[in-house]
């Protein structure tokens, strides 16, 4: 009879902590990721984005796509994490609206990168690197040199 009782809690346990995992972990986890990959895109495209003289169809085209893609994603993992709060006092994720600034200015951001004729983005060029840069303090992304 103990033996039953044993496997029984061993099971339950098992199956709260996957339960846990699926919920809170998992999400969080995602998240991180996620803001990972911001990271990674902005390096992926940074002549497109810093570059207007090199700018063409093909690596303005994805990269917007993918600077697109990283606000939407953003957005949606920041709401699959359940209790936040308690996240980002133990882990320093950025606040809740920050991470939904940075998610607009990406968006933003994405429409600077299609322009493609050379002296029009010169222009906003220092827009774009300011954008850049409050997108990294925001998402708390070091600067790369």
């Known amino acids: 009879m ?6 029984l809690c061993g099971i339950v346990f098992a199956v709260v902590t996957q339960f846990l995992i699926k919920l809170l972990i998992e999400p969080f986890h995602e998240f991180r990721k996620e803001i990972g990959h911001v990271r990674f895109v902005l390096m992926k495209h940074g002549p497109a984005i810093h570059t207007p003289i090199g700018r063409n169809r093909e690596n303005t085209s994805e990269a917007q796509d993918d600077i697109q893609t990283c606000s939407a994603s953003l ?15 133990f882990a320093a994720l950025p606040p809740e609206s920050d991470v939904d600034r940075a ?7 994405s429409n600077y990168v299609i322009e493609l004729d050379p002296s029009v983005a010169m222009n906003e060029l220092d827009t774009v690197l300011k954008r850049v840069s409050k997108i990294e303090n925001l998402l708390h992304l070091r600067s790369v040199p």
């Open 103 to 109: 998610a607009a200015l990406l968006r933003g951001l």
């Open 75 to 89: 957005i949606a993992k920041l709401q699959a994490v359940q209790w936040y709060p308690l996240f980002k006092w």
């Open 2 to 7: 103990l033996f039953i009782l044993g496997g």
